[in-house]
């Protein structure tokens, strides 16, 4: 980034699709106001011009490019009419036509493909030359939480959105020596497309505004080196997702790999034994099911033919080459099953099932297996090539999957296989048609997989790594010879039995291999979502929003993956939290503490601190040698345990005095209460310079004693925004009787009573404090004497000198960490004393999101703390990875 942190647009000419309206309206402010040219596409010319008049009136500089998608060129031509070139696309447009898939028409899928998919690869397409010849080009492409995830009744938009991923990821590796970088959002927005699907209390909390942002940060002329990545985000929540695979199982290759050894445990635990594989009893079997299989004159069809033919299924054969699709017909009779032939395109999808029902009368099983390649460079690549190759793999399955769906239906049964790629994975060069193709079959696949679970049909994807007539053209022989189609059909066998209980699943398959795919997101980070989030803002935390560690989380479906982003709804910068202007003045309140929260001191002096003082705390609470990320600088996820999050906020908290506010004040007779630590941003950045903001929250009048609760927020001094928000309760004793307030009010997890369980423990973890332990604790910053000098321990009434309170919250915190996982906020109340050299004791029970715990001493059984809790952070439900 530059000296001033500013990301840099100015005359970037950018052009936006779909701009007219909504999302990308607000992009084409967004760019304006950092100083690009601007290009408003839309197919309404008089939207696109309304939006271009408020951008030039604004003194920007912007310009109209009406017209469909679909044919890009003109548009990328307006754009260097205009301004003479291109360097960023944003393909935004898109269209909804939902429809339950029983009900939806050619004409409702091919409309929202049309758009969605053959409109970025024809901007795309139009712009690459440009960007190659300058060497700097940015383009971003728009999925969606329904291709990611499926959604009911959009499976033309889960398919077309979904297919944009597997574009991205070709295009970003075609683009990497140009400077041309490729990335997709999965964004969660409000805009004249979801305003139909969303409800009006959603929609308020979902604004554009959140989007463009990181859009910026993508495209800058100084932005992050990033490319081919995919990025979820909504309401002031910004994260990063990837595909993560399992283990996976191994199976020996000899006769004894058949879908009987395909057991639901046996792909969950590896097998590298050299011993023929196990089989299930009874074994899997298709005797008089009726299986229908595209592309099965050769390779990889005709072997998953074969294999259903000796199990004793009647099968359909599918090719457009009618020689080879009666040759595998009089094949598999041989083998004493009854076959016939389809010979069609796989896009005749009614064809091919009139073919089925007319021999059989019904279809159990369709396996979508039709294919070709149309290799090319994305240069290179021609309408032609790009509409053969999608029409084929996806319309085509799009077909057979609609054509058998009635079927399906009314016999209450059904599995359907659908094939994309590795390469629809990763993406790989030469193959943006395909690799587009493939990645929107899996999309197809997860909301099939939705819509058919009443009916019991399942519908599963593959993505195989097969020698092929197909492959063969681009693999060489030695790897042909290895990756043998029989080595697939085995787990396809699998997955069409009714033993198999799985739908909408993704597995990487190849030579007797079997994985599971599923997506990995960041934790990621979140923005107060009432105030503006500028691209500097993201840029700062950068690193928590691509870490994936312990905190990734995996979500299965657009509910899951929701949560995290309906949650920060309530991330408001007013009210109660981090930046509130509230003074909580309270009516029992008496003059002077009223006059005090209004007039709370504030800090002179910033916190500055180093990852050497992360270390020093990680070991003032016992991290250990082994703990590598906790006391090591450079060790791979190194990071402050999260009570370090007390540290920044003790010297604000700690210094104040109560001599106006309530009677009798004497230091000397302050009990630290309770504690509760809000983490507002995690990962906790492991350097950097914090600014307090300190508010008198509540003070209580208990008679004898007085109450007094600080709240201090913490906040990164370069961005603004929210580290920690620490409530500190103090007891006076001596202080009470002034007529003050009697009762607290709910603070919500800061007062909560949290008693404990009546039942055993879930998990017990012991410790036993060094005698330097709070020798190395005060290091971090608290330097009472107290807790080191024997002489002002005995005038506290104590033996010996006594462990830091914070420094036992955080050693029982870490327990729960280790045993629970991440969480987000923290309270304790301090009920004894440990001390340096006793054993702490932190007893723990999880209740749904929340675990409650206590510590005793284990030398005396004396309490130390008592009605504590965590919240754990969602989706971490396991122990965190140490």
């Not at 996820?637 to 210094?655: C, N």
């Not at 709240?711 to 001094?717: C, E, H, I, L, R």
């Not at 327990?815 to 301090?830: C, E, M, N």
């Amino acid at each position: 980034m530059s000296a001033n942190n500013q990301l840099e647009f100015k005359d970037l000419v950018t052009v936006v699709t779909g701009a007219g309206s909504g999302i990308g309206r607000t992009y084409s402010r967004f760019f304006a106001e950092r100083g690009a040219k601007v290009v408003v596409n839309d197919v309404s010319a008089e939207a696109a011009q309304k939006v271009v008049d408020e951008i030039n009136k604004a003194g920007g500089k912007a310009a109209v490019a009406a017209g469909s998608v679909a044919e890009g060129q003109k548009i990328i031509d307006q754009a260097v009419k205009a301004f003479g070139t291109v360097h960023i696309l944003i393909n935004n447009a898109g269209i909804l036509r939902d429809k339950a898939f029983k009900n939806m028409t050619d004409q409702d899928f091919d409309l929202v493909t049309l758009v969605h998919l053959k409109g970025a690869y024809s901007c795309t397409r139009a712009a690459w030359p440009i960007f190659r010849k300058q060497q700097f080009g940015r383009v971003i492409n728009t999925a969606s939480a329904a291709g990611l995830y499926g959604n009911m009744g959009q499976a033309n938009y889960s398919a077309a959105k979904m297919g944009l991923v597997g574009l991205t990821r070709t295009l970003a590796r075609e683009g990497a020596k140009h400077n041309i970088k490729v990335n997709v959002i999965v964004p969660i927005a409000a805009s004249a497309m979801t305003e139909t699907i969303m409800p009006p209390e959603m929609l308020k909390g979902l604004k554009p505004e959140f989007i463009a942002p990181l859009v910026g940060v993508l495209t800058a002329k100084n932005g992050p080196d990033v490319n081919g990545r995919i990025f979820e985000l909504g309401a002031g929540f910004v994260s990063e997702v990837r595909y993560e695979r399992s283990k996976g199982a191994v199976w020996k290759i000899d006769d004894s790999f058949t879908p009987s050894a395909l057991t639901p445990r046996g792909l969950l635990k590896k097998s590298m034994n050299s011993s023929p594989s196990k089989q299930v009893s009874p074994a899997i079997g298709f005797k008089d099911q009726v299986v229908i299989i595209t592309g099965a004159g050769a390779g990889l069809g005709r072997i998953y033919a074969l294999m259903f033919a000796k199990l004793g299924a009647n099968v359909v054969i599918n090719d457009v080459n009618k020689e080879n699709a009666e040759s595998v017909v009089a094949e598999c009779k041989k083998l004493g099953v009854k076959a016939v032939s389809a010979v069609c395109s796989a896009e005749d999808g009614d064809a091919i099932v009139k073919a089925a029902l007319d021999a059989f009368g019904t279809v159990h099983v369709l396996v979508a297996n039709a294919g070709l390649l149309r290799d090319k460079s994305f240069l290179g690549m021609t309408e032609e090539m790009w509409d053969l190759v999608i029409a084929i793999h996806l319309k085509g399955t799009y077909k057979c999957a609609k054509a058998v769906w009635p079927v399906f239906q009314k016999q209450k049964y059904g599995r359907i296989i659908t094939t994309a790629s590795p390469n629809g994975l990763y993406g790989t060069i030469g193959q943006s048609n395909y690799s587009t193709a493939k990645a929107a079959i899996m999309g197809l696949t997860r909301t099939l997989a939705i819509e058919g679970a009443r009916a019991n049909i399942n519908v599963n994807c593959i993505a195989p790594r097969a020698g092929t007539a197909m492959t063969a053209t681009v693999w060489p022989k030695e790897m042909l010879e290895a990756m043998k189609p029989d080595f697939v059909a085995p787990f396809v066998g699998y997955l069409a039995s009714d033993q198999c209980k799985d739908s909408g699943t993704v597995h990487e398959v190849f030579g007797g291999y079997a994985a599971k795919i599923r997506w990995q997101r960041t934790y990621g980070a979140v923005f107060p979502n009432d105030k503006e989030l500028k691209p500097e803002a993201i840029m700062s935390r950068w690193k928590e929003i691509t870490t994936f560690d312990a905190r990734a989380t995996h979500p299965a479906s657009g509910r899951e993956a929701l949560e995290q982003i309906i949650n920060n709804m309530e991330n408001v910068s007013s009210g109660g939290d981090s930046s509130s202007s509230d003074s909580y003045e309270d009516a029992e309140d008496t003059d002077a503490i009223k006059d005090a929260k209004k007039n709370m001191p504030q800090p002179t002096e910033d916190f500055t601190y180093t990852e050497r003082d992360v270390l020093l705390y990680n070991l003032g609470i016992g991290a250990k040698a082994a703990d590598l990320k906790w006391v090591y600088e450079n060790a791979d996820g190194f990071e402050a345990l999260p009570t370090f999050g007390v540290i920044p906020q003790f010297g604000s908290s700690s210094g104040l005095s109560f001599d106006s506010i309530v009677p009798n004040f004497n230091p000397a007779k302050l009990l630290h209460g309770e504690q509760y630590l809000q983490l507002k941003k995690t990962p906790i950045p492991t350097s950097g310079t914090l600014s307090n903001t300190v508010k008198l929250r509540e003070v209580l009048d208990k008679g004898k004693t007085a109450m007094v609760t600080v709240q201090v927020t913490t906040k990164d001094k370069a961005s603004g925004e929210v580290v920690f928000i620490n409530e500190s309760t103090v007891v006076l004793r001596g202080s009470g009787g002034f007529g003050g307030k009697k009762n607290g009010a709910d603070r919500g997890n800061a007062t909560a009573l949290n008693e404990k369980p009546k039942r055993q423990p879930d998990a017990v973890v012991e410790e036993k404090t060094t005698l330097e332990q709070a020798a190395l604790y005060r290091l971090s910053g608290d330097y009472n004497p107290l807790h080191l000098d024997p002489n002002f321990a005995s005038i506290g009434g104590f033996p010996k000198p006594i462990l830091h309170g914070l420094c036992s919250m955080g050693i029982a915190s870490k327990h729960v960490l280790q045993t629970f996982g991440a969480y987000s906020d923290i309270k304790v109340r301090f009920a004894g004393v440990v001390i340096p050299g006793q054993t702490i004791v932190t007893e723990m029970w999880k209740e749904g999101d929340k675990v409650i715990f206590a510590a005793k001493v284990k030398e005396t059984g004396a309490p130390a703390i008592s009605n504590a809790a965590v919240t754990l952070v969602s989706g971490d439900k396991g122990k965190s990875k140490l």
